[in-house]
């Protein structure tokens, strides 16, 4: 604007001011409009352009809410004794279970310094339900507690690799890849099988399944796998305490 | 009496239980085969459930989610034990609604349920007044109805109706003449729920007849739909409205002569969901309101007739029905959900249920293993005639060979002409498309075929031998089809399974029957069962349904099918070629079952 004024160009002057004008007229138009308008429409713009912000604030916030996993899930084959260890775990008594048919879930404070709470939920084992209570929870688990009965295990080998095999393969399992704890449950029997030996054969089996023909090992996964020995009912049957420490210091790990 | 009584969380804790004295085995084991056979087998619909020599009564509280099971000695005929659970379940939701209310494991695990008083207290009152009731006496001759009778209305003449009220039989009446007492006697009214036809009309004149049959009319439209008998059988109490209208008063039966004009029907009972005034809709919006079977009756019976227009079996579909109604019966909905919607929730997730196998079925595995003790897999195809067992054996065939294996066809159909050269041909074209150089010089699929008219399980047992000596890993055996009713050929076929124990029996069946699936498994197992002469006699197994193609959305046959032997389907077969062969989709199915 300057350059302009300095500038003794007669047409360029007179352009100048009528850029001038035409720019204090909008803004006087502007001003004009402003103050004669309802100022209850301007509040309501004001408002609703607010609540806008606010819900797509919390919209966020939920949506992000809902991918913290902070379940961990008792699943297992039917009769290996996920209710019980659900007991101990939850309140450290003994309880006469009977078959599952729906979840059951409860807050557990794991052993650990930072003393996290997560949600430990039960689900049923049974053949016709697993699938479906397993769709309903596995996106929001943190770990999966896979317990086995280590005393008829040799019998039910087939049963276990594959409920274990389908576990594996889940798509939702391998995107968020939660720690797998195999629970070899049932340890106060005498004739149950060890965590490793339970490991190797289950190893072997996976290499059927697979029908790849290589080897099969539980460290190639991209997941955390342990395997642990406990016994949720100790050898005095109802009083005593259970065997869970290995489970318990696992869960604290998390 | 009694030999115990628990009360536990449908998740599987148990809150209470009781152990009759002197009986020293759990009760673990029956309670827990009650809950995988009937429970989650959705045969709820009757409450009591028979173990080797046990008794199981139960009730399920669907509100709080627990589970109350008695259980007590076959031999013992309790008329006590339903009232009693029922008393129980009341008084143990009242003491303890506080606790329950909270809902959640760690209620149930926090808290210990002292009900031993209680419960002995209710035991000893239901066993008295048991014992109070079955004391009644003979009536006497002078209170009883016959001889408030005139002598001349027991009079039977030619062509006449008897004098005695006929229960649901429709018979011609002809007039005679009425005795003064008459009126008071045939205005007792008749039994709820039963089609009476009252043909107690001695003697009454064509009007006084006809003013009868007017209100019998007026009454049972008012009443009609609640009274359903409550202990009768479920399917007696399927009354078919086209027979009421043919009992309807002024119908030619009676009054040929005169044009009766039947009274307007009187106008409906006022609904009695509402629940007072306008909140009552309301409250079902908001949530908190319980379900009862009132509510679910109509959309159960929508239900049933859709599942039925889809091709499932009556029974079935009834059966189904009535055990969602009990598992949904007192539950308390959600908001802003409808009763239509929570059941048809639940009828949905039963169907999966019922579909979802209920043990592993990975044949190709089994075979591995077979395979590593060295003997063949044994595969039986039995079912009716035309079905497609031979097709469908030839696709099995098919499915094994591309995954590896060697097959045997044992040609067990000896009756049917051209059985044999069929089994040939597909042998051919099987070894054609899979030449014996690439397979290591021996052909993968051979014939073991002994011609026509010999013994069937003779032909299997030599096959079965024949393959173990020359390392065959599959047999696959075909039998002739055979009707349900057929005593000798089911004979003769339960003494093929029972003498060659095969590893997998299969029931092919065709997805295009309708009521008829249900006769035919029942008959096929019983005959299995009966001439078996082991304690355990090998039933059938899984279930190829075939013809899948042929259907478009009445799928009801798979549901009938598996509901009714427990067994899962194992293929199915979706045309005519060596490739239209799959395995079940649950889901898929009952979308297309449940789709309007």
């Known amino acids: 604007m300057d350059e302009r004024s300095v500038g003794g160009d007669m047409g360029g002057k ?31 713009v004001v408002v609703a352009l607010a609540a806008i912000i606010i819900t797509c604030v919390f919209l966020k916030y939920f949506l992000t809410s809902k991918t913290v996993r902070s379940a961990v899930l008792l699943v297992g084959l039917c009769d290996s004794g996920k209710t019980l260890l659900f007991s101990r775990l939850v309140s450290g008594k003994f309880k006469r279970t009977q078959t599952s048919i729906t979840d059951s879930s409860a807050p557990y404070k794991a052993k650990s310094d930072k003393g996290t709470t997560w949600t430990l939920i039960d689900l049923p084992g049974h053949d016709s339900l697993r699938a479906q209570y397993l769709e ?33 393969t889940d798509s939702v399992i391998c995107r968020n890849t939660p720690t797998l704890l195999v629970a070899c449950n049932k340890q106060d029997i005498t004739m149950a099988k060890s965590a490793k030996l339970i490991q190797q054969q289950l ?6 399944l697979g029908k790849k023909g290589k080897d099969f090992e539980f460290s190639q996964l991209p997941m955390r796998v342990e395997f642990l020995e406990c016994s949720a009912l100790s050898n005095k049957a109802e009083e005593g305490e259970a065997d869970i420490k290995s489970l318990e210091k696992s869960l604290a790990k998390l | 009496m009694l030999d115990f009584f628990t009360i536990f969380s449908k998740g599987g804790i148990v809150l209470w239980c009781f152990q009759g004295a002197g009986v020293k085995e759990s009760f673990t084991g029956p309670v827990n085969a ?9 045969r709820s619909g009757s409450n009591s459930f028979t173990h080797e020599r046990q008794s199981l009564k139960y009730k399920l509280d669907n509100e709080f989610e627990l589970i109350f ?6 031999i013992l005929t309790l008329t006590y034990v339903d009232k009693f659970i029922d008393d129980v379940q009341l008084r143990f939701r009242d003491r303890y609604k506080n606790e329950l209310v909270q809902k959640g494991a760690l209620m149930l695990l926090n808290n210990s349920f002292e009900f031993e008083d209680d419960f002995q207290r209710i035991l000893r009152e239901a066993e008295e007044s048991s014992r109070t009731r079955s004391t009644t006496y003979m009536r006497a001759f002078q209170e009883s109805e016959k001889s408030k009778k005139t002598v001349k209305s027991m009079i039977e003449t030619k062509g006449g109706d008897k004098g005695k009220e006929q229960g649901g039989k429709k018979s011609k009446s002809s007039k005679k003449e009425p005795p003064a007492p008459e009126p008071a006697k045939v205005e007792k009214p008749s039994p709820p729920g039963q089609k009476t036809l009252q043909n107690g009309n001695q003697g009454l004149t064509q009007e006084e007849i006809i003013q009868k049959k007017r209100e019998e009319f007026i009454r049972k439209h008012t009443a009609g739909p609640t009274e359903k008998p409550s202990g009768q059988r479920n399917k007696q109490t399927k009354v078919f409205p086209v027979f009421d209208c043919l009992c309807m008063p002024g119908f030619s039966f009676y009054a040929n002569k005169h044009l009766v004009c039947l009274p307007p029907p009187p106008p409906p009972p006022p609904k009695k969901g509402g629940g007072g005034g306008g909140c009552g809709w309301v409250k079902g919006w908001v949530g908190s309101k319980s379900l009862s079977q009132e509510d679910m009756e109509p959309v159960l019976e929508k239900m049933k007739e859709h599942l039925i227009a889809k091709n499932v079996a009556a029974e079935i579909a009834s059966q189904l029905c009535d055990s969602v109604a009990k598992k949904l019966e007192g539950k308390v909905m959600g908001t802003f959900t409808t009763v239509a919607s929570t059941v048809k929730q639940a009828l949905q997730d039963s169907l999966v249920q019922i579909l979802q196998p209920k043990r592993r079925v990975d044949i190709l595995r089994d075979v591995m293993e077979a395979q590593s003790q060295r003997r063949p897999f044994v595969i039986t195809f039995c079912g009716v005639n035309g079905v497609g067992k031979s097709t469908n054996l030839a696709k099995i065939s098919y499915w094994l060979i ?10 067990c159909d000896t009756f049917r002409a051209g059985a044999v050269e069929q089994l040939r041909t597909h042998q051919r074209r099987l070894n054609a498309l899979h030449p014996p150089e690439k397979h290591g010089g021996q052909p993968v699929v051979q014939l073991y075929e002994k011609g026509y008219g010999k013994d069937a399980a003779g032909i299997a047992m030599e096959a079965i031998a024949y393959a173990r000596n020359q390392a065959f890993d599959v047999v696959l055996v075909d039998t002739a089809g055979r009707m349900q009713d057929n005593a000798p050929l089911m004979t003769a076929l339960a003494k093929l399974i029972a003498v060659n124990m095969p590893d997998l029996v299969l029931f092919v069946g065709e997805a295009l029957v309708g009521n008829e699936a249900v006769d035919q498994l029942v008959k096929f197992n019983q005959a299995l069962a009966d001439h078996s002469m082991s304690e355990k006699p090998r039933l059938i197994d899984g279930i190829v349904l075939t013809k899948f193609d042929t259907i478009d959305d009445k799928v009801g046959a798979a549901i009938s099918m598996t509901y009714i032997t427990g067994q899962p389907i194992v293929f199915v077969g979706t045309g005519q070629t060596y490739n239209d062969l799959r395995s079940l989709n649950a889901r898929a199915v009952v979308g297309a079952l449940m789709k309007a």
């Open chain 1, 136 to 168: 309903k929870f596995k996106s929001a688990a943190r770990a999966i507690v896979f317990v086995v009965d280590s005393a008829i295990f040799q019998k039910e080998v087939r049963d276990v690799a594959e409920f274990l095999y389908v576990l594996l």
């Open chain 2, 402 to 411: 591309e995954n590896g294996f060697t097959v045997l066809i044992a040609a």
């Open chain 2, 34 to 42: 009650l809950i995988r056979s009937v429970i989650l087998q959705e």
């Open chain 1, 14 to 44: 007179e352009d100048a001011k009528m850029l001038e004008n035409t720019v204090k007229q909008f803004i006087e138009y502007v001003r004009k409009q402003v103050e004669e308008q309802d100022p209850v429409f301007l509040i309501s």
């Open chain 2, 69 to 74: 099971v008695v259980g007590f000695q076959n």
């Open chain 1, 203 to 208: 190893e072997k089996e996976f290499v059927f």
